[in-house]
């Protein structure tokens, strides 16, 4: 079982709201990544870190801010959300010595913008 | 740019009969290749993954098969069981540390 956390798992808001979707790892990994999962099911990378101070934009455009200023913690921030912002967030994290290119995922954040 | 392709996008299969899906990725660098069950209500949970310098892997009911030459990857459950049924997707590596998804299949094991 991964040691990857979200909160909330649900959140309902009006436009124009501004948000923060948590993800917090107690694994000690170093990279930590940000998800939209669309009702299709497919899955868009939005955001990564690859350590402390380190964010990238993924491959899919996102509205979306992050931060990393601790390496167990990955806030995710929308200014002013739309309903367009709908969807299934999903928070990951590797690095462990393990097995270290396997991502373990959070239980992701179902978002709903009115 | 880089993708994955999955088929097929849904499959229902009678409990004890086997269930393939399979992939192709465009990157020729790509040298890992999870495959990922997703629950209704979970996050993705990793199942099993093959590197390039290996063609096949098995973990039980669980295989994948690898053929780098034709950029193909596949994913076998025999003898299926109800639990089996989510939602899986396949991966590839496009960087040391990104993934590309499939974009998922949903497996229906009929009892």
């Known amino acids: 079982e991964a040691d990857i956390y979200q909160t909330p798992r649900y959140l309902v808001i009006g436009t124009g709201k501004k948000i923060t979707l948590e993800c917090s790892q107690t694994m000690g990994h170093d990279k930590m990544y940000w998800y939209q999962q669309d009702p299709g099911m497919e899955l868009h990378l939005i955001h990564y870190?690859?350590?402390?101070?380190?964010?990238e934009k993924g491959d899919l455009s996102s509205e979306s801010t992050v931060s990393r200023i601790r390496t167990e913690h990955f806030p995710l921030t929308l200014e002013s959300a739309r309903p367009s912002h709908t969807s299934q967030y999903l928070c990951?994290?590797?690095?462990?010595?393990?097995?270290?290119?396997?991502?373990?995922f959070g239980p992701g954040t179902r978002l709903t913008v009115l | 740019g880089e993708n994955v392709e999955q088929h097929p996008s849904t499959l229902s299969v009678q409990e004890g009969d086997s269930a393939v899906i399979k992939c192709t990725y465009s990157?020729?660098?790509?040298?890992?290749f999870p495959w990922y069950k997703q629950e209704l209500g979970k996050g993705p949970q990793l199942i099993i993954d093959i590197r390039s310098n290996v063609g096949e892997k098995k973990d039980q009911r669980i295989a994948v098969t690898l053929n780098k030459t034709a950029k193909h990857f596949s994913l076998h459950i025999t003898e299926t069981q109800p639990e089996d049924s989510a939602v899986y997707f396949c991966?590839?590596?496009?960087?040391?540390?990104?993934?590309?998804f499939g974009t998922g299949t949903r497996l229906k094991v009929l009892a």
């Open positions: 990951a994290s590797s690095g462990g010595s393990r097995s270290y290119n396997e991502q373990f």
């Open positions: 870190s690859y350590g402390v101070n380190s964010t």
């Open positions: 990157d020729s660098a790509s040298n890992y």
């Open positions: 991966a590839a590596s496009i960087q040391t540390y990104k993934y590309i």
